[in-house]
């Protein structure tokens, strides 16, 4: 698919309320899943990925219906998984292949799981290393490094992990393993990533003990089936939040909008750049935060983000890339390495992209650099089928002088299907 984003002639504005947390969405299935008895999920994201993860844990056996309003799950307990019969397909979710990886450790079966091109070229050793020390049998190419993955898991043992990256991934796939071992299995990050996983599995009836970095977990505790409240997703109100702030005159209301600090470094950062951002009606839902969020145009400057802000906005620098090319002064982002290995190395499809659309940017070992303030151009880009990096090129086509046109931006679908409606609601048409 392609689509040309023309200039706004006039405004963003409106109210939206944002799709379900792509993150939350894939753990409510997951745990719901190995939960006993029957779970509700209301809110649930139907992107393509979170579709992935359902359709793994129906090949495992589990009974997932789509009902009116929220999603079924009948969970089977910690043991209640079947072997599959065919290969289990992550699709193009990085979440769905390492959280389900330590699922399947635990099992006493045989799995494998595949992705998509981009899935392939992304790293699991990260993942299998753990979940070897515990004992689990991985195999795959180089090893266990990259897909194809073949899991044979049982009896796992205990690990007091360190991980060398802050990565939620890598965190839950070892503390859902870790359920399944005998003793306490604990995950210390260098910096502390989403804990999403965390929060879910206390609303399920799991305790867990949690430091500033780490995270741990006695095995044999089981969960129990219960009704979760998936709020807006801040990674796909991101787009939204620099749609307003860079569009002339623009005023967009954004409902619902989870608020875990884990996740809000887009927040801070607008803050810091001196957008016009208000946060009302905090509250709370199921075990995580909530707010709405009022944006309006303003003129922006220049930020450094790097150390630990950087888990806290990982998903959301492509958008943030785009706000930098708005403000005035020089943006540096470093400390960002990651970027290289999500669903594109976004480095590299960030800057090649804004460049061509007159951005003035330069990719760095681990970040980039944006001066600011220029005019963007029109011209055909590439998303690389990379959901964040479609919906951020879609946002320089709001600004340019002639339209901007994305391809192959059925991807968007991953995490925010409504993307390109939601965008024509905002500008009136
Ligand atoms: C996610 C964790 C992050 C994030 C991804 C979703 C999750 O990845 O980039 O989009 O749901 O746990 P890492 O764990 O690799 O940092």
């Given amino acids: 698919m392609i689509n040309t984003v023309q200039p706004i002639k006039h405004t963003l504005k409106g109210s939206l309320r944002i799709p379900g947390d792509k993150s939350i969405s894939h753990r409510a299935v997951l745990f719901a899943s190995l939960a006993e008895g029957e779970s509700r999920i209301y809110g649930f994201l139907h992107g393509e990925d979170c579709l992935s993860t359902i359709s793994c844990m129906k090949d495992l056996g589990i009974d997932i219906q789509e009902k009116h309003d929220y999603i079924y799950v009948e969970g089977k307990g910690l043991h209640g998984l079947r072997e599959p019969e065919n290969v289990l397909d992550a699709g193009n979710s990085g979440t769905t292949i390492r959280l389900l990886s330590g699922i399947l450790a635990g099992q006493d079966f045989s799995s494998v799981l595949v992705g998509d091109a981009s899935i392939a070229k992304r790293p699991m050793g990260r993942v299998t290393g753990p979940l070897k020390m515990m004992n689990a049998k991985v195999d795959g190419r180089a090893y266990g490094s990259y897909t194809p993955l073949h899991i044979r898991g049982g009896s796992l043992k205990a690990i007091d992990y360190l991980s060398p990256v802050a990565s939620a991934q890598v965190k839950s796939s070892i503390l859902l393993a870790g359920l ?27 305790s867990l003990g949690i430091t500033d970095r780490s995270a741990s977990v006695t095995g044999g505790q089981s969960l129990k089936g219960t009704e979760i409240h998936v709020p807006g997703d801040i990674s796909s109100a991101a787009f939204m939040l620099v749609a307003g702030a860079i569009v002339p005159g623009s005023e967009i209301i954004l409902e619902n909008v989870g608020m875990n600090p884990t996740r809000t470094g887009i927040i801070d950062v607008l803050e810091q750049m001196g957008a016009d951002l208000t946060v009302n009606n905090r509250r709370h839902l199921g075990g995580e935060p909530v707010a709405d969020l009022t944006i309006c145009y303003s003129s ?29 002064g020089t943006t540096v982002i470093k400390n960002a390495e990651e970027l290289k290995v999500k669903e594109t190395n976004r480095i590299d499809t960030v800057v090649y992209q804004l460049k061509k659309l007159g951005a003035s940017i330069e990719p760095t070992e681990d970040g980039m650099i944006i001066h600011g303030k220029t005019g963007l151009h029109g011209e055909t880009v590439e998303s690389y089928g990379d959901h964040r990096i479609g919906m951020a090129m879609a946002l320089c086509g709001l600004i340019s002088s002639t339209p901007v046109t994305v391809k192959d931006t059925e991807a968007i679908a991953v995490s925010y299907p409504s993307f390109f409606n939601n965008l024509a609601y905002l500008s009136g048409e």
């Fill in 300 to 328: 922006l400057s220049s930020v450094t983000i790097d150390g630990d802000l950087i888990p806290r906005l990982i998903d959301e620098i492509p958008a943030i890339a785009v706000l930098a090319t708005q403000a005035e």
């Fill in 180 to 206: 399944y071992a005998r003793g306490e299995t604990k995950v210390t990050e260098p910096f502390k990533s989403r804990d999403h996983t965390e929060r879910m599995l206390e609303t399920f009836g799991v």
